[in-house]
């Protein structure tokens, strides 16, 4: 019996040195000071599966002999950040009954942003008349485009250019004319390369907000304050 009692305690007592190993062991393979890969013996089977993946771009860069890339790598660039600045003109003179008006824009805008070069860009534009027999009540005049792009330096971060003008001519007397309108406005919209809005500008807040709207008009067409249309109704042009 005193010899079975040796052989149990001697037994217990290895189990407790092995069990010290292991858990040395493991603490100094998973430690950070050593800089070495922990084992699968010292990581559960899901975390040594989640390790691997996460070493796999590494380890395919260096097999391929490339640097290694880090995900902010591979994120798309932020859009641009672009400000417009509209300078409409306005020439007005009274031929007999008719008042006609030159219309053009000046569109210039500037890369606020030099880290980040603007292009390829399409600045839109649409010109917008008021009925002259109902002021709440508009149309389009003329639409257009054109493109360009904004550098990241100083010297070339700005752009400029003016549209073709408009002659808009319609029924001057003071009752009003059905159906004529005068020019009332402008709303200017910079998408980038990948169609998406960087920019927008126009000379009232409503239509600023209401920009998607613009595209949707149409010459001959009659549309509410919010450039919504209105059906049943049309308006003349007399020039271009």
């Not at 980040?116 to 009925?131: D, E, F, M, Q, R």
């Not at 159906?179 to 919209?189: K, L, N, P, R």
């Not at 209401?210 to 450039?227: C, I, N, Q, S, T």
Request: proline share 6%; glycine share 6%; net charge positive.
């Amino acid at each position: 019996m005193m010899r079975a009692g040796l052989v149990k305690a001697a037994s217990a007592r290895m189990e407790c040195w092995c069990f010290r190993a292991r858990t040395r062991n493991a603490v100094l393979q998973t430690s950070p000071e050593c800089g070495q890969i922990p084992s699968m013996r010292s990581l559960p089977f899901f975390s040594f599966l989640i390790l691997c993946s996460s070493w796999a771009p590494l380890l395919s860069c260096v097999a391929q002999g490339l640097p290694a890339r880090s995900p902010a790598d591979n994120a798309p660039a932020p859009p641009a950040k672009v400000e417009i600045l509209v300078s409409p003109s306005v020439r007005s003179n009274n031929n007999g009954y008719y008042k006609i008006q030159k219309l053009s824009l000046t569109v210039s805008l500037k890369n606020t942003d030099l880290r980040n070069p603007a292009g390829p860009l399409t600045v839109s534009y649409w010109i917008l008349g008021k009925c002259t027999n109902n002021g709440k009540q508009f149309c389009l005049l003329k639409k257009g485009s054109f493109a360009c792009s904004l550098d990241s330096s100083p010297s070339s971060r700005e752009f400029k250019q003016t549209t073709d003008p408009y002659l808009n001519k319609f029924w001057a007397d003071d009752f009003g004319s059905s159906g004529y309108t005068e020019y009332e406005g402008w709303i200017v919209v910079v998408k980038n390369s990948a169609n998406q809005v960087i920019a927008t500008k126009a000379n009232k807040t409503e239509w600023d907000r209401e920009f998607e709207k613009a595209a949707l008009m149409e010459r001959g067409k009659v549309y509410d304050f919010h450039l919504d249309k209105l059906d049943g109704l049309s308006v003349y042009y007399t020039t271009n």
